[in-house]
């Protein structure tokens, strides 16, 4: 079970360093270098950071990323629903048809409340409280 996946880890690292250069442009090759992430996985982390209004892009020589937010207004649970959907701890192993024992199994009233739990500190967590340690 993964809270984090790879392409949410790699979205909040590339968030955190362009928040770093304080409102400029941040180059493609940058971003690799330092953060050491794949070109083809943090080009699509990328984009999806675009579509979500996370950053901008900015296209030719020069161009790159920039936040499109504050960094105290990117809340970490909004750039993991963008890659991974919203945050599941379990899921019933019939995925076709629900579980029988769904009404009644005590694990899942209990994963649920943790569920519920982990949604609200992530939600609480932003890039600009990330920045400050």
Known sequence: MKLI???????IRALCFIARKEGKVVAVPELVKALAIPRPFLRKVLQGLTKKG????????????????????????D???TFQGPLRLNECF????PCPNRKVCCLKKRIDRLEKYLSSELGSITIGELLKG
């Open 79 to 81: 750039v993991a629903g």
């Open 94 to 97: 019939l995925k076709k048809e």
């Open 54 to 77: 996370f950053v901008r892009s900015y296209k030719g020589i020069g161009g790159g990323f920039m936040l499109a937010k504050a960094p105290g207004r990117i809340y970490i649970i």
């Open 5 to 11: 996946t790879r392409n949410t880890d790699y979205a």
